[in-house]
């Protein structure tokens, strides 16, 4: 039987990343060393399972850690409003309009963290990642969304409405005239970042071109291979990108940019970004320093754990 008291000594944080598709979740010790993991499937469209989903997925985790009532920090793709404290803005919408933060407290009986998944991946990056000991850091996912997340001096920056960083819902910038006024995004508007920068918009735009439906792994692949219209497909996803990017920069200066999300794993981005970023880049001798995440898939998931308050 588990110790009831063994959370108090452990020091013991647990986080849970809850995905579209999957569920994930981490055990931290108190200086960030990774004590037990685990990872389940996501209920689709069932809200009521997804809290079970959820409880169950935290027993697992207490019980490989030997520990009980351990602090939990939640990631979700979207924000609690701090309006109605209702989910909203989730890409997981069977969490839109529900009070999550309550009935997760409700099943768990103990409080549970909620913020943002680009929240969680940045605060994992800036805590013991590739921003460690940096004062400011902005932290972005390119996956199946685009999310973004700020940093400074180690803490969140969180204003009034809950959505501080989230660069993916606003337009193009410096846009060219054929890429105005761009695809429809799924939160009613049209041309947001989302819809230039995320995988499924670099998939979008090489089928648009060439009529050819390819991932973006296979994108990326036969570019390598040599094939023209893949690297200008490529090229066009960059650009974009440095644009996009070069416009936080302006608005946040940060001292370092983490990239997240399946599409930090193109290793080009850190070398051809900066340059591109400059011309946009309000400043006499503009310095961006953009680094790969050093925790990887991991990232948000540490970064709920981070979350957790004792």
Known sequence: MTDPGAIRTSGARAGIDLGGTKIEGVLLGPDGRERARRRIASPQGDYGKTIEAIAQLLEALEQAGQCTSTPLGLAIPGSLSRRTGLVHNANSTWLNGRPLDRDLSQRLNRNVAIANDANCFALSEATDGAGQGSQSVFGVILGTGCGGALIHKG??????????????????????????????????????????VSGPALAADFARLTGTASTPEQIVATASAGDRQAQAAIKRHTSRLARGLAHVVNVFDPDVIVLGGGLSKLTHLYAELPA???????????????????????????????????
Do not use: Q
């Open 155 to 196: 803490g969140l920056i969180d204003g009034p409405l809950g959505i501080a960083g989230e660069w993916g819902h606003n337009p193009l910038p410096w846009a060219e005239p054929d890429e105005f006024p761009g695809a429809e995004c799924w939160c009613g508007r049209r041309g947001c970042m989302e819809t230039w």
């Open 276 to 310: 591109l970023m400059f011309p946009f880049i309000f400043a006499d001798a503009p310095a961006v320093d953009i680094r790969p995440p050093k925790w990887g898939d991991a990232s948000g998931v540490r970064g709920a754990a981070w979350l957790a308050v004792a």
